[in-house]
């Protein structure tokens, strides 16, 4: 059974840097791509972008100057940075796990307040 | 850009009743389209991939259809925990990544 457990800080203060990071457990960690996915209050869901074992990335080209994503294929674990965070960054944060097929595979999900 | 444009916003029916869902893309993308479920506090739940395929454990009263630039979600007799809103979301490219339509809200009448 495939699980994705994330974590990172949940309340931010504008400009600082958003950090969140996903730990998969279970299945294969190759041949899949890592999103990060997040839903702002009262709003959809906005896909910000995603990572490879390989390290290949892709970003949602409206985020893509403010993100950077890493992995660590030892630990099984793939990381978000977002610089220069403002409110229209609060939102619930999500990894999953991508495929030709779609996100199958969800975290929990975190809640990022920006706020000063 | 490929935009995903889901119709009607909301749709409020009783349990027992049909529900037709449309997600519109603005250029083909193919069969490369899936269908979420998200209910508050919940996580996002794949219900439909390519366009047509019941993810796995998935009720058979979700059934997808369409191809190119129309796609349909129909639940055939809505449940009571069938209440969500729904998400269509296309890939027709690896480059360019994911995109979501807007969601369509299934209310209860």
């Known amino acids: 059974q495939v699980q994705l457990q994330q974590w990172g800080a949940g309340l931010l203060k504008p400009s600082e840097t958003l950090s969140l990071t996903c730990a998969v457990y279970?299945?294969?960690?190759?041949?899949?791509?890592w999103s990060w996915v997040r839903q702002p209050p009262g709003q959809g869901l906005e896909w910000i972008g995603e990572i490879n074992h390989s390290g290949s990335t892709n970003y949602n080209p409206s985020l893509k100057s403010r993100i950077t994503m890493s992995i660590d294929t030892s630990k099984s674990q793939f990381s978000l940075k977002m610089t220069s965070v403002t409110a229209a960054d609060t939102a619930v944060y999500y990894c999953a796990r991508g495929s030709a097929a779609g996100l199958r595979y969800w975290g929990q999900g975190t809640l990022v307040t920006v706020s000063s | 850009e490929i935009v995903l444009t889901q119709s009607p916003a909301t749709l409020s029916l009783s349990p027992g009743e049909r529900a037709t869902l449309s997600c519109r893309a603005n250029?083909?993308?193919?069969?490369?389209l899936a269908w979420y479920q998200h209910k508050p506090g919940q996580v996002p739940r794949l219900l439909i991939s390519?366009?047509?395929n019941r993810a796995t454990g998935i009720p058979a009263r979700f059934s997808g259809s369409g191809s190119g630039t129309d796609f349909t979600l129909t639940i055939s007799s809505l449940e009571p925990e069938d209440f969500a809103v729904y998400y269509c979301?296309?890939?027709?490219?690896?480059?360019?990544?994911?995109?979501f339509g807007p969601g369509t809200r299934v209310d209860i009448k």
């Open positions: 979301q296309q890939r027709s490219n690896w480059r360019s990544g994911f995109t």
């Open positions: 390519d366009a047509s």
């Open positions: 279970g299945g294969s960690f190759s041949g899949y791509y």
């Open positions: 250029q083909s993308v193919d069969i490369y």
